[in-house]
Every structure is written in C-alpha cells, then in structure tokens.
C-alpha cells in the first residue's frame, strides 16, 4: 500500500510541479519585461489572492469539482496547480526583474519574439530559481494531507500521506 501511495504522490505532484513552475514563470517574464495595459493592476490583484485563505473557496470548489465530476479522481488536485500559483509568479517576477532589458532589446532587434526571449535567453538564466521553486512545489505536493483528503475517497487513489494515515489509524485500533 506505501508504495501505491507513493506512486499517486508522484502521479499526482510532478506533472503540476513542472507545468505549474514553467507557467508561473512565463507569467512572471510577462509581468517583468512586457509592457501592456493593466500591467500593474493585475499583478496587483495575483497578489491579493494570496491574501484570501484557501479556507474560503474550500467549499464553492468542492461544490464544482462535484458538479463537474471531479471528485474521487485527481483532476482537483492537478489541474488547479499547473496554472501556476501568485508565491511562485512573484518569486520569479523578482528574479526576472533583475535581468538587464538590453538583453532582452538585442534580441528583439534580431528578430526573436517573447516567446523565444522567454525559451532562449530568460529560461536558461533563472535555473537556481526553477529549482527553487520546483523544490518548494514538490515538498509542498508531497506534504498535501488536506486537499487529497478532501476530494479522493476510493483507497486506490490515496496518496502516501492518506496511506500512511490510515496505517497510523489501524495501528491505533
């Protein structure tokens, strides 16, 4: 069973790990070096979502993934996350930041588009934090007592925290 429920943890954590990281950083170099219209007050607003605890979309979220047939599968504890979180997008807007815009400017002049700035020149510039961040998001994915808890109710679906629980449980008994 420990190993069943380890390989849902890494089932469950490392596709959002890495789509999560990749799309918080294109957000990110989006937010640091493209101009556009409303720049400012939609950082602004990812910002302020973190300030609103998970407690109170806990319930319309459930209440969705119900609806749409989500639960007891692991589509709620995946797709959200690889949307990219407000902490990572912010943690790497700062380290973008600091990359000089001629960088970015020469490109451009030689024809390379945001994408390939972002793919060719930035990516390979902020690797120590893409680790950073992929380490944070797995330890955070494996340590998910709540949210496994919450939407998974078939044991086959457990992650290891839910299995190790129940262990804990039965030991108890």
């Known amino acids: 069973r420990i190993y069943k429920g380890l390989l849902n943890t890494l089932i469950v954590v490392c596709p959002v790990m890495i ?36 407690v109170i979309t806990m319930t319309p979220a459930y209440v969705i993934y119900d609806y749409i047939g989500w639960t007891d599968t692991w589509l709620p504890l995946m797709i959200p996350g690889m949307f990219g979180t407000a902490s990572c997008i912010f943690f790497m ?14 490109a451009m002049v ?24 992929v380490v944070l998001w797995f ?4 340590n998910d ?3 496994p808890m ?20 039965q030991a108890d008994a």
Do not use: W
């Not at 380290?95 to 400017?105: L, Q, Y």
């Open 19 to 54: 789509v999560g990281v990749l799309v918080s950083s294109l957000a990110a170099y989006a937010f640091a070096k493209i101009n556009f219209k409303g720049r400012s007050a939609l950082f602004a607003l990812i910002l302020g979502s973190m300030m609103l605890p998970g």
């Open 139 to 142: 330890f955070a994915g494996y």
């Open 145 to 147: 007592y709540f949210g």
């Open 93 to 106: 807007r700062q380290f973008i930041s600091k990359i000089p815009g001629e960088v970015i400017e020469s």
């Open 110 to 133: 030689d024809g390379v588009g945001h994408f390939g700035i972002f793919v060719r020149i930035i990516l390979p510039m902020i690797i120590p934090a893409v680790v950073a961040q």
């Open 150 to 169: 919450l939407y998974l109710n078939t044991q086959d679906n457990y992650t290891l925290q839910l299995v190790l629980q129940n262990i804990a449980a």
